[in-house]
């Protein structure tokens, strides 16, 4: 059975930083697209950012120039490096893996962690 772990959420202070680290198992991971979404109570879960089986990478304009993501294939592991944190990026942090596999589209989720940016 596939599964995503995420790590790294915690309480830090406006302009604090935090890196969010999402281990996976049990697929091939260098074929998936890997993303981070997040979800704020009463609201939609967004995307934050996508880094694709090649190597490219996107983000949602609220985090642009403060957000990274990254991933390491060897470790099936992908990252969200978090800086100059606000408020409004409280949240649930969710790791996401797409992938086309044998043509058909597999979607997994991770469980989700916590991230709360307050003074």
């Known amino acids: 059975q596939v599964q995503l772990v995420e790590s790294g959420g915690d309480l830090v202070q406006p302009g604090g930083s935090l890196r969010l680290s999402c281990a996976a198992s049990?697929?091939?991971?260098?074929?998936?697209?890997m993303g981070w979404y997040r979800q704020a109570p009463g609201k939609q879960r967004e995307l934050v950012a996508l880094i694709t089986s090649g190597g490219t990478t996107n983000y949602a304009n609220s985090v642009k120039g403060r957000f990274t993501i990254s991933r390491d294939n060897a470790k099936m592991t992908v990252y969200l490096q978090m800086d100059s944190l606000k408020p409004e990026d409280t949240a649930v942090y969710y790791c996401?893996?797409?992938?086309?596999?044998?043509?058909?589209?597999?979607?997994?989720w991770g469980q989700g962690t916590q991230v709360t940016v307050s003074s």
């Open positions: 049990r697929l091939s991971f260098s074929r998936y697209n």
């Open positions: 996401n893996a797409q992938g086309v596999i044998a043509a058909a589209l597999l979607i997994y």
